[in-house]
T-cell receptor, first 114, second 111 residues
């Protein structure tokens, strides 16, 4: 089956620094990738949708300048949290959608901003 | 607007008891419904999709368009079923759209 690899699984950074999270689709091409944010014991909130080679579409209330998304190839999307602050601490999950495999999720990244 | 509602935050049952996790949705087009499961410290895994009409790990779900529901059922719960369950929706008529999730229901099965 399809596998999505997400790295890092955990990251701790200082307030004001930037953090990059990678999401790779293994063994399949992801025409579309999605980024979600999950608060403790809460649902997954869609942050943005990205299609390879085009700009990401952000959900209402998500700051595009803070959460930079790059989808440079059919197997890689990155989310960069710029100038991170403690309120950005959360669990970030990517999902990739391929033609054959439907939606596949990464294992998530626990971001802690101190 | 598209929305997925899971009214129960927590469902506690005893081993061997029947389980029904409720899910209602709101969508103006043709929806595709899914159930995902998240075991402790693991990634989200697809459990069911209404299109495939499969039964996975003894779970079934039927799409009821009249009631706009997609409840997840299992006749006899097992302890290993304890997990977080998310109902999700996407548009069959909109390729490339994201999954919209409900808030999730924690299923706790005890012996």
């Amino acid at each position: 089956g399809a596998v999505v690899s997400q790295h890092p699984s955990r990251v701790i950074c200082k307030s004001g620094t930037s953090v990059k999270i990678e999401c790779r689709s293994l063994d399949f091409q992801a025409t579309t990738m999605f980024w979600y944010r999950q608060f403790p014991k809460k649902s997954l909130m869609l942050m943005a949708t990205s299609n390879e080679g085009s700009k990401a579409t952000y959900e209402q209330g998500v700051e595009k300048d803070k959460f930079l998304i790059n989808h440079a190839s059919l197997t890689l999307s990155t989310l960069t949290v710029t100038s991170a602050h403690p309120e950005d601490s959360s669990f970030y999950i990517c999902s990739a959608k391929g033609v054959r495999w439907g939606y596949t999720f990464g294992s998530g990244t626990r971001l802690t901003v101190v | 607007a598209q929305r997925v509602t899971q009214p129960e935050k927590l469902l506690s049952v005893f081993k061997g008891a029947p389980v029904e996790l409720k899910c209602n949705y709101s969508y103006s087009g043709s929806p595709e419904l899914f159930w995902y499961v998240q075991y402790s410290r693991q990634r989200l895994q697809l459990l069911l999709r209404h299109i495939s009409r499969e039964s996975i790990k003894g779970f079934t779900a039927d799409l009821n368009k009249g009631e706009t529901s997609f409840h997840l059922k299992k006749p006899f719960a097992q302890e290993e079923d304890s997990a977080m369950y998310y109902c999700a929706l996407s548009g069959l008529d909109q390729a490339g759209t994201a999954l919209i999730f409900g808030k999730g229901t924690t299923l706790s099965v005890s012996s």
